[in-house]
C-alpha cells in the first residue's frame, strides 16, 4: 500500500475538511477484493474494512481527515454555484500497483458544507445499482471508476421517489480522479484566475505529465485536447455498450475521462436513440443517441473557462479535436466490443454504419448482437443457434455479414472461454435490475446479487482474455 495526500497540496481553497457520519450499525456487504489488490488493500480483515469503510479511520499516511471537494457545474444546462460534495468526500488517496494515483470517493458518509439540506445518505438500493453499473461497464471495457466497498449503516431514510422509509448504504469507490469540469468552472465563476491556473498545472502534472512540461505556454490547449480525447473514447464505449449515463452534468463529467458517479442509469434493451435512464430527463436532453452531442456541449465548457489561460484559437482548435477524436474511437469501440481486427478506417466506419442500419431496422437485442458476433463471421454457426437466429437470416442483416466478410477474428476474441458458449449473454436491464433488488428489499436474501455479480465476473475475464480471478466467493465482483 503507497498512500498519497496529493490532493492536499492544492489548498483549501479546493475543499473543505469534514468529518464522516456516524452509522449506527455497520453490515459489510461487497468488498471488491479484485480492486482492492490493486492497491494493496486486500490484506484487510473484515474488521479492518469497516473501521476504514464504515468508520472512516484515517489510512496511515493519507488524509488524516476527509475532504469534500468543491466545485459547480451545469445541471441540465442550468448552471448552478450551490454544488459540491454533499454526500460524499474523498477519503483517501493511494497509488496502484502501476504508480497511477487513485482516489478512495464516498457516496452516502454524511453531511458536508455542501449538502443543502439534505441528508448525506446513500440508500442501499442506490449503493447496490451503482455496484452493478461499474462491475457491468468494467466488463465491456469502459473506462469506469470501480465500486470498492459497499457497507449497510443500519438507518432508515425517507425519499420521496420510491418506496420510504428505505434502507441506508455508504459507497467507496475507486477512481483515477474526482477532478471535474465543475472544478474549473467554479474558479471561473469566483474570478479566481490564480487557483485556475493552479488546478490546470496539478491536473496536467498529476494526470498527464506527457501532454504539457511545467511552462509550457500552449499548455491549456494541449490540456483541452487530451480531455476531448478522453471524454471521446470513454463515449464512444458508452454507445457500444448501450450504456446511458442519465445525468450527464458538467459535475459529472471527469478530466481524466473516467465514467462515474451513478444514479438512474440503464442499458438499452434494443437500439433506441431516444432512449432515457432518468424518469426526470422529460425532454430527452441526456438521451442515449444525443450523449456525444451532450460531452461536446460539456466540454465547450471547459473550454469557456480556460480561455483566460490559453490562446483563443488554440482553445477552439483543442474544443474542435473532439469529433475528430470521437469517430475513430466509436469504431475502434464497435470493433473490440466485437473481437475483430481493423481493416481500416473506411471499412471500419462502413462496418459500424452498417451494424446501427441493422439494430434499428431488426429491434433485436443490443448486447445480444455483440455476445452473438463475437469473432466475426467465425461466430456464424453460434449465431445460428442463437435465440435472435431468424434476425440473421433477413434481408436486413445481409449488408451486415457482406461488411463482415473481410473481418478477421482479433487475438482477444477469446471464443473458447466458456463464456460463449452460453446462449445469451450476462444483460442487466432494468427489470433484471429490480428483480435482484426484490429478495434483499422482501428477505435480506443477497444470492442473486452476488451470483449476478459472478456472471459479470465471468463476462469480464472473456472479453478480457483473463481465465483467472482473486475474488472472494459472495462479497466480490
Not at 265 to 293: C, E, I, M, S, V
Not at 412 to 420: E, R
Amino acid at each position: 500500500m503507497k498512500p498519497s495526500k496529493s490532493h492536499a497540496q492544492l489548498g483549501t481553497e479546493f475543499y473543505d475538511p469534514v468529518q464522516a457520519a456516524v452509522f449506527p450499525r455497520l453490515t459489510l456487504r461487497y468488498r471488491n477484493q479484485r480492486a482492492a489488490a490493486s492497491v494493496g488493500l486486500d490484506g484487510f480483515s473484515d474488521e479492518q474494512w469497516l473501521a476504514h469503510f464504515g468508520r472512516f479511520e484515517p489510512i496511515p499516511g493519507s488524509f488524516e481527515q476527509p475532504l469534500a471537494l468543491r466545485y459547480h457545474g451545469h445541471q441540465f444546462h442550468s448552471y448552478n454555484p450551490d454544488l459540491g460534495d454533499g454526500r460524499g468526500f474523498l477519503f483517501a488517496q493511494l497509488e496502484d500497483d502501476g504508480g497511477r494515483l487513485l482516489d478512495l470517493g464516498t457516496k452516502g458518509s454524511g453531511r458536508t458544507p455542501w449538502s443543502r439540506g439534505a441528508d448525506g445518505r446513500l440508500t442501499l438500493k442506490g449503493g447496490v445499482r451503482e455496484v452493478l453499473a461499474t462491475a457491468m461497464l468494467e466488463a465491456l471495457g469502459v473506462d469506469t471508476s470501480r465500486s470498492l466497498s459497499l457497507v449497510e449503516t443500519g438507518e432508515e431514510l425517507e425519499r420521496h421517489d420510491e418506496p420510504s422509509p428505505t434502507r441506508a448504504s455508504v459507497l467507496v469507490r475507486l477512481s483515477h480522479s474526482h477532478i471535474r469540469i465543475g472544478s474549473f468552472q467554479r474558479l471561473s465563476y469566483l474570478r479566481d484566475t490564480a487557483n485556475l491556473s493552479r488546478l490546470l498545472d496539478y491536473s496536467l502534472a498529476t494526470y498527464m505529465p506527457e501532454v504539457a512540461p511545467a511552462g509550457d505556454n500552449a499548455r491549456a490547449e494541449k490540456f483541452l485536447a487530451e480531455v476531448a480525447r478522453r471524454v471521446a473514447v470513454t463515449g464512444a464505449n458508452w454507445i457500444a455498450a448501450g450504456f446511458v449515463h442519465g445525468v450527464l452534468n458538467t459535475d459529472n463529467i471527469n478530466i481524466t475521462g473516467e465514467s462515474f458517479d451513478y444514479g438512474p442509469w440503464r442499458f438499452l434493451p434494443t437500439y433506441d436513440p431516444a432512449f432515457t435512464a432518468a424518469y426526470f430527463d422529460q425532454t430527452g436532453l441526456y438521451a442515449f443517441g444525443r450523449q456525444p452531442d451532450t460531452l461536446a456541449w460539456n466540454l465547450t465548457r471547459l473550454a469557456e473557462v480556460l480561455l483566460p489561460l490559453g490562446e483563443h484559437d488554440g482553445i477552439e482548435a483543442a474544443l474542435n479535436s473532439f469529433w475528430p477524436a470521437f469517430q475513430p474511437a466509436m469504431w475502434n469501440a464497435a470493433l473490440r466490443r466485437l473481437g475483430v481486427m481493423s481493416r481500416g478506417a473506411a471499412e471500419d466506419a462502413e462496418l459500424v454504419v452498417n451494424i446501427f442500419a441493422f439494430l434499428h431496422e431488426s429491434r433485436m437485442g443490443y448486447e445480444q448482437f455483440w455476445f452473438d458476433w463475437r469473432g466475426g463471421l467465425a461466430s456464424s454457426d453460434r449465431a445460428g443457434r442463437s435465440p435472435a437466429a431468424a434476425a440473421y437470416a433477413s434481408e436486413a442483416f445481409a449488408p451486415l455479414k457482406e461488411a463482415l466478410e473481410s473481418y478477421e477474428p482479433a487475438a482477444s476474441s477469446n471464443l473458447d472461454h466458456p463464456y460463449f458458449a452460453r446462449p445469451t449473454p450476462r444483460t442487466m436491464l432494468i427489470d433484471e435490475m429490480e428483480a435482484l433488488w426484490v429478495p434483499i428489499a422482501e428477505a435480506d436474501d443477497w444470492t442473486a446479487f452476488y451470483r449476478a455479480l459472478g456472471e459479470i465476473e465471468t463476462m469480464r475475464q472473456a472479453y478480457a482474455g483473463d481465465a483467472k480471478s482473486s475474488e472472494r466467493p459472495g462479497t466480490s465482483a
